[in-house]
């Protein structure tokens, strides 16, 4: 394969991947009440099928989504740098306010406004406890750890503290690649020094989920962030092309995705997920990878401009409503009856969910693309 079609290739594969990922970070918030430890292997039920489907989708096959959103994230940021100096770093920076900082202000700040609104409309709504609690909280807190998710479940994420975000949840992965960005330079020294053994030591600490919340912060979601934008970063620092290299050892990968993903379902709910789903991620998101660029490569998937242009939309929106909204439609389409049911409606409306999104995204498209720039981070 030629340098410029492996380029092709690889920019096809994550351009492509953007907004099946965007559905899989949809699903996550989807988070349907199931309990594995109570699912009765001998004589699986369709409450045990919903059950398994549940776990297996939502709360460990789709938890590659941000990791990949990450590693693309560093590789792109590091893309051709060869060297790095103050005036690369103050560019790098100045764009970055445009297309992170703003858009996530921003959209933090429309959430808030909305559940104002919510509480202005519903008739036991209470604006001014509404008011009074952000207040009490701190407005700051707003664009920091303004929601804690998993404070009652803490295998959720195989995590010992609870999960903290900003006030639009889903943006905790933009506030964390906010942060990895203004952490660059020692990403790149740490990189270009210590190169892939730097970025196992990071994958190690990955694993150890060690869980530390300081100042209202769980520090593994820094990790995270610092671990797979350093996969990127080490492609984009040297050079590689991300998508051809990530093929060494890949049907290791794939096995191990299999594995992992089986056990970290089977394991869900229980302390044992944790020692399984790290590895999973790692493994899982390398899989993804390949087998979008082999289906690429073959001609078998093909990128939709418009799709992976309304993926950030989809991410910053889908639960502004829209998620609720799709629910609501989706059972008065398909009322409560059965287990079956009740599978077809988890797995069909985070999909609408989606597409309404997109369908807001072209008409704000169509009519105020200005605006529409602003909160893409002219995307």
Known sequence: ????????????????????????????????????????????????????????????????????????????????????????????????????????????????????????????????????????????????????????????????????????????????????????????????????????????????QAGIAVAGYNINQLITALFFFSIGGYFGIYGKNMVISLRKGQLYWLLAAVVFLILSTFYDGSDMKKYFLPVYVISGVITTVNITSFLMERGKLKVYNTLSGASFFVYATHTILVLSVSRKLINFILPPDNMIILLIKFLVTPFLCAFLCVGIYLLMKRFVPKLLSVLTGNR
């Open 1 to 208: 394969m030629t340098d410029e079609n492996s380029d092709r290739l690889q920019s096809n594969t994550i351009d492509w991947l953007r907004f099946p990922l965007a559905i899989a970070v949809v699903f996550i918030h989807i988070n349907p009440v199931v309990d594995m430890q109570g699912v009765d292997y001998f004589h699986f039920s369709g409450m045990d099928i919903y059950t398994v489907a549940g776990a297996l989708i939502s709360r460990v096959l789709t938890y590659v989504a941000v990791p990949c959103f990450f590693m693309f994230s560093g590789f792109l940021f590091f893309y051709k740098v060869r060297g790095w100096n103050r005036n690369i770093y103050r560019n790098k920076i100045k764009r970055r306010l445009k297309t992170l900082v703003l858009p996530f202000l921003l959209w933090n700040v429309i959430a808030v406004c909305v559940g104002a609104a919510i509480q202005l409309i519903k008739p036991e709504g209470d604006i001014l406890g509404y008011i009074h609690e952000l207040y009490d909280k701190g407005l700051w807190r707003i664009f920091w750890n303004c929601t804690e998710w998993g404070s009652t479940d803490t295998n959720i994420f195989g995590w010992a503290n609870p999960f903290y975000g900003p006030y639009l949840l889903p943006l905790w992965f933009l506030r964390d690649l906010i942060i990895a960005v203004f952490l660059s330079p020692l990403v790149y020294y740490f990189v270009k020094y210590a190169r892939m053994y730097g970025v196992v030591l990071l994958g190690i600490l990955y694993y150890a």
